[in-house]
């Protein structure tokens, strides 16, 4: 059964159509990547799923039920975490109190020091828990933003762009990670880094120009000419 | 720790300290209470509010309205201006929050004003401009004649010691950890999957509610209710004392308080420019400690300081 279902999900911007009539299928427990080029729409599709943007037209269903009207807050509270693109972590407070503030919402009391613990072991960050989030590097911050969506626990978390500006190493860590949380939750990434996509996801959904171009397994989409005309600019960039 | 040391100091000062600076401590106190209720608003959610004149004037007036017309006692008197102080708060954090950013401080202002206005189209009750000083009888509490200089301390102090525990309290409650994560970052704790909008409605219910209790118990203690606690002079005297005290920490408005009334105090003493002098200062320390007098304790040797 499909955790999240999309239905001809529209969005304008002035005139300008960034996502047009998108239905999707998430079904539970797999970890799909959601690939394009720039601009075509992938930021929008996953803000109206979350809650951040109102779609134009269409409706999002989570777990059967009909979110389309929900608040952002909402949603996150029926089961969905999301990390951001752009690091949001809160700079002036420590590590310990970032992931508190997310784990908080689901546990209180006892089990909220152990929740905290838990997702910061899961990223690795647990010695660093008492210091202030804004001081940490940047490839850290990434990490706490990772844990800030585990402490959640979701059903589906939605990562956006997650390895953007870390080191090889830094990435292996997090490959490291996302196959660990593979068959616990389902998991929508959104990641421009091909071999992390090919290395991660079950299965591919292209989007170009607001509209999905494909869908398949890393190896369909891997075979796909209209994918590599639209995305990857030619076979032989496919490789990299 | 800390905080119950000034309050053990403000206790031990009623017992030591000269009439003159005896009865300008329990003003301060009650003053630095409000400024608490303003600094929970905008030192720990980060909403600039130009209106909290309206909310002291609500539990002023609310009090002393009760006492003069209703002839209410005087507890009842106090419930009556908090729970005038709790309304209106509600009624504008449900019209004022629909805006953010300078809108809101724009809606916050008219707001007040409308409030001041308000108080002198009725002046034939409440006495406009003039005021009216609230009858011996109504000032007694339990027993307890609190316009006399040492109950009227130590009632100040009882205030301010509530509002203070309180405000640390509520900072260090989920609740608070949640308002300061609006302040940086409100997109964040939205998709985190909490409702900020009802965070920042409770916290200003709880602001506006906190300054209409510090109005209530200026007026019975002061005896006087009048216009001007309603005028904009009193909605940015609470800002000033937050940011010279500095904003998000819980001891900066009793600090900002007590430092601003001295330095008006004192200056006034030496020449008639007093303003002058008392501006010099707030640029000075604008200039050199932005983040007030705590802010700059904590940034600098305790980084721990709530």
């Known amino acids: 059964m499909s955790l999240l279902s999309v239905r001809g999900l529209t969005r304008d911007f002035d005139g300008l159509r960034a996502v047009d009539g998108v239905d999707l299928d998430l079904p539970e427990g797999e970890v799909r990547a959601l690939i394009g080029p720039n601009g075509a729409g992938k930021t929008t599709l996953v803000g109206m799923i979350a809650g951040r943007i109102a779609p134009t037209r269409g409706q999002v269903i989570f777990d059967g039920r009909d979110i389309t009207r929900l608040p952002a807050h909402r949603r996150m509270r029926l089961g969905m975490a999301y990390t951001f693109q752009i690091t949001s972590v809160f700079a002036g407070l420590s590590v310990a109190e970032n992931v508190t503030l997310a784990a908080r919402r689901r546990v209180r009391g006892a089990g909220l020091v152990q929740a905290v613990t838990q997702a910061l072991v899961r990223v690795g960050l647990e010695a660093r828990a008492d210091q202030v989030a804004g001081d940490l590097a940047y490839g850290h911050q990434r990490l706490l933003e990772i844990a800030m969506g585990l402490a959640q626990r979701p059903r589906l978390l939605i990562l956006d762009e997650p390895t953007q500006g870390l080191s090889e190493g830094e990435i292996e860590g997090f490959q490291a990670l996302v196959r660990d949380l593979a068959g616990e939750v389902t998991i929508l990434l959104i990641e421009h880094n091909m071999a992390v996509v090919m290395a991660l996801a079950e299965r591919i959904t292209v989007m170009a120009g607001g509209r999905i171009l494909a869908e398949g397994t890393p190896l369909e989409i891997h075979a796909n000419r209209a994918v590599q005309a639209a995305y990857l600019g030619g076979g032989d960039a496919a490789d990299r | ?306």
Do not use: K
């Open chain 2, 1 to 306: 720790m800390l905080h119950l040391g000034l309050i053990a100091a403000l206790l031990a000062a009623h017992f030591l300290l000269p009439a003159y600076h005896h009865g300008n401590l329990a003003r301060v106190m009650v003053l630095a209470s409000y400024a608490l209720a303003y600094n929970l608003l905008f030192g720990y959610t980060g909403l600039l509010s130009l209106g909290h004149a309206l909310f002291f004037a609500a539990g002023l007036y609310g009090m002393g309205m009760g006492v003069q017309h209703l002839g209410l006692g005087a507890g009842a008197g106090l419930m009556l201006g908090i729970a005038s102080g709790a309304v209106v708060s509600a009624l504008v954090a449900a019209l004022a929050l629909r805006t953010s950013g300078v809108a809101f401080m724009i809606v916050t202002l008219m707001f007040a004003q409308a409030g001041f206005l308000t108080i002198l189209h009725f002046g034939e009750w409440t006495r406009g401009d003039e005021g009216f000083v609230l009858a011996q009888a109504g000032r007694v509490l339990w027993g307890m004649d609190l316009s006399a200089p040492g109950t009227r301390y130590l009632a100040a102090l009882v205030l301010f010691s509530i509002c203070l525990l309180l405000s640390l309290a509520l900072v260090r409650a989920p609740f608070g950890r949640v308002l300061v994560a609006i302040r940086e970052n409100e997109e964040r704790v939205r998709m985190l999957g909490y409702d900020t909008q009802a965070h920042r409605f409770a916290a200003m219910v709880a602001s506006g509610t906190m300054a209409a209790v510090a109005g209530a118990v200026y007026g019975m203690l002061f005896g006087y209710v009048g216009a001007t606690f309603a005028s904009v002079q009193y909605s940015i005297l609470p800002l000033l004392w937050v940011l010279l005290g500095g904003a998000g920490t819980v001891l900066g408005p009793f600090i900002g308080t007590l430092f601003m009334f001295y330095l008006i105090d004192l200056s006034s003493g030496l020449t008639t420019a007093y303003m002058l002098i008392a501006g010099v200062a707030l640029v000075g320390l604008t200039l050199f400690a932005p983040q007030g007098i705590m802010g700059e304790v904590r940034r600098r040797f305790w980084r721990g300081l709530p």
